[in-house]
C-alpha cells in the first residue's frame, strides 16, 4: 500500500472546507457530482484513529463555544495570533480595530485567511518569527492551541521565543484541554503508556491526513492545569488566571514576569 | 506507531452510531463531555483517505435518496438484503409484512439490527450462506452494495452464490456507482494505476478504520454499466434494466435465466 505524501495537510483541507462553505474554489466532490463533508482526519501513535468535520474552523462568532467569546474579552493590545488557520478569531479582532496579525506555518490556511480579508499574516514558525523584532502585547492560542507547547522539553523553548516578542506586562491567552477525565479505556490506557515512556499522560503523539496527503508526527499537548504550572516554573511566564467554565476545556492567561 | 487490530470496525461505528442517534449505550465522547460525531474513515491502496459521517447507515427512509425509494418499489416476494448494516432498509420491508432476511458478515451490524427489531437476520457470508439451503425472489444489494462483487475474479463466484440461494424467476436489485465521471485528478489517476495493473479502474482496494480497529484490505467495485454487463455474461443473470436517474448512482436489476 502507498504511503500518502508529505504535504500541507490542514491548508487542502481549509482550502476545501472553505470551498464547501463559500461556493468559492472547486468543492470537493464524490462520484464527481456529489458533494462531500471535509473531514479531518487525526491519526495518534497507538493506532487510534479519528475524523472530525473540518468546518469548525471557518465557524462565525454565532456558532463559536463560550470559551472564545470569553477569551477575545481579555485580549488588549497588539495581539499575534498563533496558528490563526483561516482567520476565525484574527477577523473578529480585525473588524473591532483591533491590530491583530495571524501567524501560521500552513501555507494553504494563511491562503484562506487572506481570502477572507486578514490583512496581516505571516508565514512562519515562532521560533523563526521571534527573531524579527516584531513586538506583541497579547499572544492567542485558541482552538486548543495550548497543545503546541508540545510537552516538557518544547514549552521552555517555545515560551522563551513569545517572552521575545513581548512587549512588557504582555499576557498569553491560551484555550488546552484537560485529558484526563476521561473513563473511555482507550484513553485511559494511552494516558498510561505515555507516563511508562516518561511523557505526560496527555502528550498526544499525531499526525494529520487530508486525501493524499500526511503531516510528519508531531506532539501536541493535553495538559491538566497544575501540569501547565508545572511547564511554567523556570520560565518568564506567570499563570495569572484560569477559567474552567467549559471543563474539559479551559482558558488560561498568562503573564510576563518583569 | 503501533498498527490498528484488525477487527469488527463497521460493527463498532455502527454501535456508536446508534448509540448517537438514540441516546442507547455509551456515546462517544472528546475530554470525556462533549459528544463526538461518529465518522467512517476510509483508507485506499493509493494512500487516499477519506471520512464521511456514518449516521446515514442509520437513515429514516424520509432522509434516503431517491434511488433507495425507488429500489424497494422493484422487491417482490422472499427478499434476502445483503450487507444489511443495521438494518436501515430491511426494516422498512419488514415493517410493510415482507418476509425479509438481512444477512451482513459484521457482528456489531447484525446486533444492532436486532435491537432495533429485525426479526430475520444471518450473521454470515453470502459463500456460505449458499449451503443453507435458504431461497429467495428478491436479493438487494443496496447502499453501494454492487461494490461486494468486488471485480472480474470474485463477481462470477458472488453470483453464483446467489443463483444457489435463488428461486426461479429472482431478481438482483443493485445500487451501483459509475466513478468514469470524476475529473478528479487523484481519481483519474487511480483509474489508470489500476488499468495499469490488470484491474477494472474503480476497483477499489479499501480498508476501513474507526477508532483502533482496521479491517483487511478488500476489493471494493464501482463499475460502469457496460462494464457490469461485462461481469454477468458468462453467469447465470440476465440485466434486465438500469436506472440511472440519479447518476453518477444507478439501479440494475438483474434476473436469474431459466
Known amino acids: 500500500m502507498d504511503q500518502p505524501a508529505i504535504g500541507d495537510v490542514f491548508g487542502e483541507m481549509i482550502r476545501d472546507a472553505y470551498a464547501v462553505r463559500t461556493g468559492i474554489g472547486p468543492r470537493p466532490l464524490a462520484g464527481g457530482r456529489v458533494p462531500r463533508p471535509v473531514i479531518e482526519i487525526i491519526e495518534r501513535d497507538d493506532g487510534l484513529i479519528n475524523g472530525a468535520p473540518a468546518d469548525h474552523y471557518l465557524a462565525e462568532p454565532a456558532e463559536w463555544q463560550p470559551h472564545d467569546h470569553r477569551a477575545l474579552r481579555l485580549v488588549r493590545g497588539a495581539v499575534?495570533?498563533?496558528?490563526?488557520?483561516?482567520?476565525?478569531?484574527?477577523?473578529?479582532?480585525?473588524?473591532?480595530?483591533?491590530?491583530?496579525?495571524?501567524?501560521?506555518t500552513s501555507a494553504g490556511a494563511i491562503e484562506v485567511a487572506r481570502k477572507r480579508g486578514l490583512r496581516d499574516t505571516v508565514l512562519n514558525t515562532v521560533d523563526a518569527y521571534a527573531r524579527s523584532g516584531s513586538r506583541y502585547d497579547t499572544f492567542l492560542l485558541l482552538g486548543n492551541n495550548l497543545g503546541l507547547i508540545e510537552g516538557p522539553e518544547r514549552a521552555p523553548v517555545f515560551l522563551a521565543a513569545l517572552a521575545e516578542l513581548a512587549r512588557p506586562g504582555a499576557r498569553i491567552i491560551a484555550q488546552?484541554?484537560?485529558?484526563?477525565?476521561?473513563?473511555?479505556?482507550?484513553?485511559v490506557a494511552y494516558h498510561r503508556r505515555?507516563?511508562?515512556?516518561?511523557?505526560?499522560?496527555?502528550?498526544?503523539?499525531?499526525?494529520?491526513?487530508?486525501?493524499?496527503?500526511?503531516?510528519e508526527w508531531f506532539d501536541y499537548l493535553n495538559c491538566s492545569v497544575p501540569e501547565l504550572a508545572g511547564l511554567l516554573a523556570g520560565t518568564r511566564w506567570r499563570l495569572a488566571s484560569v477559567d474552567t467554565e467549559d471543563r474539559p476545556y479551559y482558558l488560561a492567561v498568562m503573564e510576563l514576569q518583569p
Do not use: C, E, K, S
Open 80 to 104: 499575534l495570533d498563533i496558528g490563526a488557520g483561516a482567520g476565525r478569531t484574527a477577523l473578529v479582532l480585525q473588524h473591532r480595530g483591533m491590530a491583530v496579525t495571524g501567524l501560521d
Open 176 to 187: 488546552g484541554t484537560d485529558p484526563y477525565g476521561t473513563t473511555d479505556p482507550v484513553h
Open 194 to 215: 505515555n507516563r511508562d515512556r516518561g511523557r505526560l499522560g496527555g502528550q498526544l503523539r499525531l499526525r494529520l491526513r487530508y486525501r493524499m496527503l500526511a503531516t
